[in-house]
């Protein structure tokens, strides 16, 4: 490793440290409340099990590190150190085969991508770091200002476009959005880019509208490509917790999503909803979201994640 990527390797992991302090000193300190000089009985596994549940894990992981726990250590002394190795290791048991980086194919020319998510997750945010690193791997990006709804949309997808000197696609405000990504399609074809990433709308106030405007836009791609979106990355935002959840279920539906990237890991964030989406839903995590500068988009490692996400020293 290079002295630079060190920098950028400490600035991004302590960051992201202070964004699951919240989850993670609640986790940590909870387990420390619990283990302090205390057999594992019944009654605290429960409550560890409690804990965890709290902590967005999900239901199944949560129960499965608590008997793990209980096969091994029944009714001995237990740190809390301990306790925290455990359960770092059952996540990142569930978390390794999700982590898989994104991966731009070679043979579809333009590689479509499709982004989706509901409003505010960070979607734009994330066309604009993933252009920047599309073209420091030497491929050539454009943008689609698929998100033709608010003219502040098409705006915030064109300052990043300016950002990355890439060329952005859009139309007017209230256009239709399958349209603007036809456009894009054929300009992307003229102008023989690599990428296309096609922003979207994420109103889920109506679920049957956003699933018709987004198997419009697939539909319209599809005819243009038959094996695009090449992929349909649904981007979620961590604070939201088990909110989360739900949203993976809904896009799943609508938009036949191929990956997964979260995004505020750096803020108040409850990562441990990862957990339970890698868990429930079978899809690639390929980034997480680490800040809102260009930089601040990380490959998802699965033991560095889980033992942030426990308090543990990585
Ligand atoms: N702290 C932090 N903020 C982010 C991140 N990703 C996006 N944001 C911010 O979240 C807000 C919504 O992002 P935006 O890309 O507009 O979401 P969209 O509506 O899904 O397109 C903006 O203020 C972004 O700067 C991240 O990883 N960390
Ligand atoms: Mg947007």
Redesign the pocket.
Request: hydrophobic letters at 15%; proline letters at 0%.
């Given at each position: 490793m290079t002295e630079d990527t060190t920098h950028k390797k400490k600035g991004w992991f302590s960051r992201l440290k202070d964004g699951l302090k919240r989850s993670s000193t609640a986790l940590s300190g909870g387990i420390g409340d619990i283990f302090v000089k205390r057999k594992l009985d019944g009654a605290t596994l429960e409550e560890l099990e409690d804990l965890l549940i709290m902590s967005d894990l999900g239901v199944a992981v949560s129960r499965a590190v608590c008997e793990t726990l209980s096969k091994n250590r029944f009714d001995k002394e237990i740190a809390p150190e301990e306790v925290q190795a455990a359960l770092a290791r059952e996540i990142a048991e569930i978390l390794r085969p999700a982590a898989i980086p994104l991966n731009i194919e070679a043979g579809h020319k333009p590689y479509i991508i499709l982004m989706v998510?509901v409003?505010?997750?960070?979607?734009?945010?994330?066309i604009g770091k993933l252009a920047k690193k599309f073209q420091n791997e030497g491929k050539s990006v454009m943008l689609g200002a698929g998100?033709t709804f608010r003219a502040a949309?098409i705006e915030?997808l064109q300052v990043w476009g300016d950002r990355n000197k890439v060329p952005v696609v859009s139309g007017k405000v209230g256009s239709d959005a399958a349209g603007l990504a036809y456009d894009a399609i054929q300009r992307a074809r003229a102008e023989n880019i690599d990428v296309l990433m096609i922003?979207t709308a994420?109103r889920l106030q109506n679920k049957s509208h956003l699933m018709a405007e987004l198997s419009k836009i697939i539909r319209v791609i599809k005819k243009q490509d038959a094996a695009a979106p090449h992929s349909t990355l649904l981007?979620l935002d961590a604070t939201t917790g088990q909110n989360a959840v739900l949203q993976a279920k809904v896009f799943q539906e609508a938009a036949n999503v191929s990956g997964l990237i979260m995004?505020?890991?750096?803020?108040t964030a409850k990562g441990g909803v990862l957990v339970s989406i890698a868990e429930k839903f079978d899809l690639p995590i390929h980034a997480i979201?680490?800040?809102?500068s260009i930089d601040?988009l990380q490959s998802f490692d699965a033991d560095d994640f889980s033992k942030m996400l426990v308090g543990l020293e990585t």
């Open positions: 998510g409003n505010g997750s960070g979607k734009t945010t994330t998100d949309a915030q922003d994420g981007v995004t505020k890991l750096d803020g979201g680490v800040g809102e601040d």
